[in-house]
């Protein structure tokens, strides 16, 4: 009852005149963006979360080896990531090191920028692939409804609520036959233990923009399926699918690290924010620093990615708030 | 409602055993014979013998059906690392520890979590409404393994008020180790039950019965308590099926950083041997575990929600 309500009173893609020509349908739907623009620029703290993000991967691509910031660096080695050097190890806060080293004496200014490469493409790499899946997925049991729709479903169901961690670990165990964990056997078995919700999202969306008049309209003159399904419900999807990049990222990033600190992700030397953490878990009783910067790196870029969902959620669909 | 019940039991059968299915083509994937990649040769006749007596000789069709039995008679094998152990010397061993830290967590996060939750809930936009949520938003964010090594660092380590690691070996033992395990894990629900509660329950308060309610008279505490609390729990009560999974996932983290032998340290130490008679039972194991407390969350939903029953 209380969803009835919200339902008719949503704002995002809905448009109650379905009888203008397609090039009005385009207008439209840039101003809804523009409009959804207006409406995050307003809330101060999904601002400021897509700042500090947006800092966060500046300083993630260009610290490690890009160029020599004046009175940080003073030679190559100093931020080449995996250089060792034992005569610093665990050399304390200073300006050559601003975030302290690590037991080999690596520069952790550097090693955690170049982790954070590594963590969050991917998050963005998992991410990308889960709402790949989620699309397909969900479009083809929301658009084809019955029986398929029943039975994807029940199968999702039965998916839902497993404990993702084992599965990821299995995964990545099949990909890397010889053990050492790859980029891409991490971004797979992240996708596989995380791609359900995405798809009930997506399906979700599909279902109910498939009662609308213009979906109506557009049968009634002989759209095909696939018109229908690419040029009326996918691009109304995406309003949806932008939230869920950042619902997503915080949990496949978390779950990267987790892999990572336990050993079971990213092999050494390669940095990972997970990985730089597990080094630092040796020896965290007089080093803390070499575990905490990485996991306040993670800290931040989850909090900021679930401010910039909240803000993205306020301004383009506020039907899903509470799902989060 | 006996029609419910047993349709959403019989329903959990076919999940079981596709769980099991995945997880038994997962485990075929990963390949490699536990007798093979042993320095000695072994002769072909004792590896025949080796395979017909754990069915290596068969298709993989009746190997799965093989391992459901043995699944369901609660046999999960022997241990290949561990020659004297089976896998259910193993279970029998880390499960409690585990089962332990995972009801501490999950108390954590009910009786913290929700009060917290509710009281926000009541008094929107107050101070306390913006330090709970603002606790909460932390709670989400930390990772668990960062939780821990600060709860270690300055609560452990710094006052010396409790131990670092370990565990109390009984299920029914408790002392001051249970604590910091406990609560590092119990976070993130926390954190979680808390914007849920306060979610629904500002929902709940805008309904029509509860407004009908105040306006007919009846005292603030009647209307939170009666009509509020109980119909705004329903959302928690869903919740704790995908939350149970996350408490699992969580152990493997918390049990390794507070070393308690748990299963979730089994699975980790397995994983790292190459032991996959281990994995595959823990794997199993904490699948039917929650695919059990979704039935169980289901049915309860059935009873708080009658509306859920005829849908189904």
């Known amino acids: 009852m209380a969803v009835d309500r919200r339902e008719t009173a949503m704002p995002v893609a809905a448009p109650s005149t379905t009888t203008e020509p397609a090039a009005g349908a385009a207008i439209r739907q840039s101003s809804l963006w ?10 101060r703290a999904a601002v400021a979360a897509g700042i500090i993000f947006i800092l966060i991967c500046i300083y993630c691509l260009a610290i490690p080896g ?47 920028a170049v982790g954070g490469q590594i963590s969050i493409a991917i998050g963005f790499a ?36 497993l404990p993702y961690l084992p599965f990821a670990i299995i995964t990545t165990q099949i990909l890397s036959p010889n053990g050492s964990v790859s980029f891409w056997s991490m971004v797979v078995a992240l996708t596989i233990a995380s791609w359900f ?37 996918l691009p109304n ?86 799902t989060g | 409602m006996a029609t419910f019940i047993i349709r959403r039991v019989v329903w959990t059968i076919p999940v079981i055993l596709l769980v099991i299915f995945m997880t038994f083509i997962m485990m075929k994937q990963i390949g490699g014979n536990p007798f093979r990649h042993t320095e000695r040769n072994v002769p072909p006749a004792i590896q025949a013998n080796l395979d017909r007596k754990f069915h290596l000789d068969k298709p993989w069709y009746t190997q799965y059906v093989y391992y459901v039995k043995d699944v369901f008679t609660f046999d999960l094998g022997p241990s290949m690392s561990q020659r004297t152990r089976t896998v259910n010397d193993i279970v029998k061993d880390g499960f409690p520890k585990s089962l332990k830290l995972g009801i501490l967590a999950f108390l954590w996060a009910v009786v913290i979590g929700i009060p917290l939750g509710a009281l926000a809930a009541l008094k929107p936009n107050s101070i306390f409404d913006y330090m709970a949520m603002f606790f909460s ?7 668990s393994f960062f939780v821990a090594t600060l709860l270690i660092y300055y609560v452990a380590l710094k006052t010396g008020l409790v131990p670092t690691n370990g565990w109390p070996e009984g299920f029914f033992q408790f002392d001051n ?8 894990l119990g976070l993130f629900p926390m954190a979680y039950f808390a914007r849920l509660v306060r979610g629904s329950m500002l929902e709940t308060m805008q309904q029509d019965y509860v407004r009908t309610a105040k306006a007919k008279g009846l005292p603030y505490k009647r209307v939170v308590g009666l009509h509020v609390l109980r119909n705004s729990m329903i959302p928690a009560v869903t919740a704790t099926a995908p939350l149970l999974g996350l408490i699992i996932t969580g152990t493997f983290i918390i049990e390794i950083i507070f070393s308690i032998p748990g299963i979730g340290r089994y699975f980790v130490n397995s994983v790292f041997n190459r032991d996959f008679s281990v994995v595959m039972g823990i794997t199993v194991l904490t699948s039917v575990i929650i695919i059990i407390a979704n039935l169980f969350v289901d049915i309860m ?12």
């Not at chain 1, 998992?126 to 199968?155: C, E, H, P, Q």
């Not at chain 1, 049968?219 to 018109?227: L, T």
Request: glycine share 10%.
């Open chain 1, 34 to 43: 523009q409009d959804a623009w207006r409406r995050y620029i307003r809330n």
């Open chain 2, 177 to 184: 180790r249970i604590i910091l395990p406990s609560f590092a």
């Open chain 2, 301 to 312: 939903y059935g009873v708080l929600d009658p509306r859920t029953r005829e849908v189904r």
């Open chain 1, 66 to 112: 890009f160029w020599k910031i004046p009175g940080i660096w003073t030679s190559y080695k100093d931020y080449d990531p995996n250089a060792v050097d034992f005569s610093q190890s665990y050399a304390g806060f200073s300006l050559d090191h601003p975030f302290s080293t690590d037991k080999f004496g690596r520069d952790l200014f550097a090693r955690v």
């Open chain 1, 237 to 322: 999807t995406l309003g949806v699918l932008v939230i869920a990049i950042f619902l997503e990222l915080p949990g496949v990033v978390l779950g990267e690290a987790f892999l990572s600190f336990i050993g079971l992700g990213i092999n050494p030397p390669t940095a990972s924010w997970g990985s730089i953490a597990q080094d630092g878990r040796e020896a965290y009783r007089l080093h803390p620093e070499v575990l905490f910067i990485p996991s306040l790196a993670i800290a931040t870029l989850v909090l900021c990615a679930n401010f910039i969902a909240d803000g993205l959620r306020d301004a383009l669909d506020p039907r899903t708030r509470e």
């Open chain 2, 137 to 143: 938003t932390i709670g989400f964010a930390l990772p």
């Open chain 1, 126 to 161: 998992a991410t990308f692939m889960i709402l790949v899946i989620g699309v397909v997925y969900g479009s083809l049991a929301g658009f084809i409804g019955g029986k398929l729709d029943n039975g994807m479903m029940r199968f999702l169901d039965a998916l839902y609520g």
């Open chain 1, 197 to 233: 919700t995405s798809a009930r999202i997506v399906r979700g969306q599909i279902i109910t923009l498939k009662e609308n008049d213009y979906v109506r309209a557009a049968k009634a003159v002989g759209a095909r399926w696939y018109r229908i399904l690419a040029r009326h419900l």
